[in-house]
DNA sequence: AATCGCTATAGGCATAATACATATAGAGGG
DNA sequence: CCCTCTATATGTATTATGCCTATAGCGATT
């Protein structure tokens, strides 16, 4: 399973860390890549953006800021300190070239989750269907 | 998220257990009491029919053993010893009603991931062929 | 000036799920 | 006797998460 994007470096974990036996683990990556495709941002605006993908309203900062320092150790995205005009000194992200492959990655890789979801789904109702005939 | 189901007996593991945060995790649950609710079978035989549902040929047995004994302990399965016409002892696994509900609730929740799913996909097209034009 | 709340980032810790390897054991074939 | 298949189960390392807490600047209110 998951034999794509095994380009350049896959350094220090082993395997592939873009969804493993599960449909979609890691679903926060691909909307967090999907988000910095679109603009770039600080960590405190995609934590406000990511209700937008399903997650919910008191989503945990600290896994959010855990993701992006690990989506940077990988080389899929890049921060650098922006102290701007006021406030606490903040990172600004951007996608890399090596993140806008992954996330091209990522969208086969939930476009085959969707299908199995959708056979399951099927199974489910032709499973319970037959009983009200 | 995830507040269906909680019916009768939620002991020991806190919190739902049937989704998380993550999209669909563990995915392997449902597919077995979908099995189960077709028919009744033993360990060996959901191994040989889990790759129907999207899992690998080489699925790792113990997973799926300790998942059986996972939702055996949450009341969904039941099993009896099955010291049939030779070979090693099996245990023969049965759907209960509780584990029957719990089923529609994972329609439920993996009918609301797919849907994300779709979100996330829209997302992605949208944002990739506006630049084909 | 002291406190409160918001912006902004980050680490600690317990829990949970998986992958991979390994253990056990009966039965049948070569 | 050994090998393979059937059949179930445990051990362990790794990985991801959720919840809690820490830090810190800044503006508004009391």
Redesign the interface.
Known sequence: ?CDHHHHSGDKKRSGCHCGG???????MQ??LL?LL??RFAHGYDLIQMLPE????ERLDPGSVYRNLRRLEEDGLVTSHWDVGEGGPARRLYSLTDEGEEM?HAW?VH?????K??????D??QS?FDIKNQ
């Open positions: 399973m036996g599960l449909p979609v683990e890691k679903f691909p909307c999907i495709k679109e993908f399903g997650f919910t996330l969208a939930i476009r085959q989750q969707r199995r979801m959708d056979d399951f789904l199974r489910y499973l």
